[in-house]
């Protein structure tokens, strides 16, 4: 299935400004995104498209329904989907509050973090 045919299957739908919003944002051509190509930047979009539909709040498409969009398997859908739903979940990790990080042993001593910066706790004295 081309490219074009894919985008023209998400404008039916009603589904193709998920991938405008994910190709402008990411920086990949639509073409591209909807097409065969992978490297890690259009995988990794393609893999957030998916999710999105999936997601829908509005509409619940199955993954072989997405996998017909796309010209793909089910089961390579699925993998797409859980590899976004991974990264979604470690960035949420990476970027909760820094108070709640757990501190950092250092080749010197033990880095004690708090929401107000971070100190080296082996040179101040300090517990952890």
């Not at 097409?35 to 393609?46: C, E």
């Not at 829908?56 to 796309?70: D, N, T």
């Amino acid at each position: 299935m081309t490219s074009n045919r894919i985008i023209d299957a998400l404008r039916e739908r009603d589904l193709d400004a998920i991938a405008l919003d994910v190709a402008a944002r990411r920086g990949v051509p639509l073409a591209e995104l909807c097409g065969r190509g992978r490297t890690q930047s259009v995988a990794r979009a393609r893999h957030e498209v998916w999710w999105r539909i999936r997601h829908h709040p509005e509409r619940y498409l199955s993954l072989p329904e997405i996998a017909r969009l796309f010209g793909r398997d089910h089961t390579t859908i699925m993998a797409g989907i859980e590899a976004h739903a991974q990264r979604l979940a470690v960035a949420a990790i990476t970027t909760s509050d820094a108070a709640s990080a757990p501190s950092v042993p250092l080749a010197m001593g033990i880095l004690a973090c708090t929401a107000d910066g971070c100190e080296n706790a082996s040179k101040t004295g300090g517990s952890i």
